[in-house]
């Protein structure tokens, strides 16, 4: 398996500002995706974070509001635009170690309220 | 991906074994059958896997039929701690694959 850790753990932002969500793992992996799980439903896709390109995002997503680097293999940030109280949410990455690529593994999550 | 079926929630008793069922009629030959728990809005875990065969690992055991239509996944001895929402999920080549996950079980364990 693979330990993921996120940052911040949960946060409580103003409408019109943005948050930058962190996933850090403590090894190698080959693929990492960003999850949102919105009150009461289950997850959703958002993208799929490519390293050293651009993130591929799921229909319903765009670059604009939620913006994804990911600079090497064992890290990348969820930037959420704009906020607004929709966005209030359970974001999560997961994550597919090279040395089990059969599967994906997820972080504790990132909680954000938006008032 | 095909699409899987769950009853919405189910009960057991403490150190009973707990069954949940899966529906996935329309799984393609070479996708697997996953299993997720989410405790309390934490990070799903994941619980084990199968293609064809029966699997068993220290958390749970995996009875996939003969025509790969349904699944159970069995606690053998219920906890508390097994109070959990249980997503069923099949899937293509899965650790590279985006997951798309379903309503699930919603899974009490009864004192």
């Known amino acids: 398996s693979a330990v993921i850790s996120q940052k911040p753990s949960r946060d409580i932002c103003q409408r019109g500002t943005s948050l930058t969500i962190q996933c850090q793992v403590d090894?190698?992996?080959?693929?990492m995706f960003w999850y949102r799980q919105q009150p009461g439903q289950s997850l959703t896709l958002i993208a799929t974070a490519n390293q050293g390109s651009e993130a591929t995002y799921e229909s319903g997503f765009v670059i604009d509001k939620f913006p994804i680097s990911r600079p090497n293999l064992t890290f990348s940030t969820l930037t959420v635009s704009n906020m607004s109280p929709e966005d209030s949410s359970i974001y999560l990455c997961s994550v597919t170690p090279s040395a089990d690529q059969e599967t994906q593994y997820f972080g504790p999550g990132t909680r954000l309220l938006v008032l | 991906d095909a699409k899987t079926t769950q009853p919405p929630s189910m009960d057991c008793a403490e150190g009973r074994a707990a069954n949940l069922p899966c529906n996935h009629s329309?799984?393609?030959?070479?996708?697997?059958v996953y299993w997720y728990r989410q405790i309390h809005s934490q990070g799903p875990q994941y619980i084990i896997h199968?293609?064809?065969n029966n699997e068993t690992n220290e958390m749970a055991s995996l009875i996939i039929t003969e025509d790969r239509k349904s699944s159970t996944l069995i606690l053998p001895h219920a906890t508390l701690r097994d109070t959990a929402v249980y997503y069923c999920i099949v899937s293509y080549y899965f650790g590279n694959e985006k997951l798309t996950f379903g309503t699930g079980t919603r899974l009490t364990i009864i004192p």
């Open positions: 199968g293609l064809k």
């Open positions: 329309t799984i393609s030959g070479n996708e697997y």
């Open positions: 090894s190698q992996v080959t693929m």
